[in-house]
């Protein structure tokens, strides 16, 4: 389930392929909601695409959700409300993620995987949270019945990212934010990520 979906690329891209699971589209606006439905009658895709607040529009579990491009305060108007019923979170706030962690962290969710995407000129951190009971293979166990990997779907711009140019953009970026008291959590991220790149060179120098 795709909230936020606007044209509904990623929900698309899980359908393409080939998903076993039912894949749901939700906008509490009506004209993303038929860009979604137009782009899917373009590439002969069947998604449902519903309007409405968060997972209002679906009853029962949800396998994975997938929240990106919000702030962090409506990822957690999103989850609050939906405990118990989700299986994992694919979260990208546009935003510092701070409150999320904090909030994540004091309700029974944990950060199980997490990367760094570079998009538009920005970089964003995309997480993946489960119930904190959730063991170690949780991940792989929720995308089993999904069929593909929604978190792999949500990371592929990373994918195809030089890690010198990652490198070097993250240098301009963190320049850019040092002297910015209002973007401490931004700058936070930024370091970070140039940290994890650094031992993933380390780890795999190819």
Known sequence: MDVGCDHGGLPLTV???????AVVAVDVNAPPCDRARSNARKLGLALDVRQGEGLDPVAGF?????????????LIGVMAPASGRIGAVVAQPNDSAVSLRTWAALHGWR??????VWDGGRYYGVLVLLPR?????AVAAVAAPVG????EVAWGVEAQVDRDALARRLVIEIERLSPLPGRVGDLAIARLAQERLANARRADPA
């Open 15 to 21: 359908l393409h392929r080939g998903t076993r699971a």
């Open 62 to 74: 949800v396998h994975v959700v997938s929240i990106c491009g919000v702030g962090s305060a409506t």
């Open 111 to 116: 950060v199980a995987r997490e990367r760094g």
């Open 133 to 137: 009971g959730a063991g170690a293979g």
């Open 148 to 151: 593909v990997d929604p978190v």
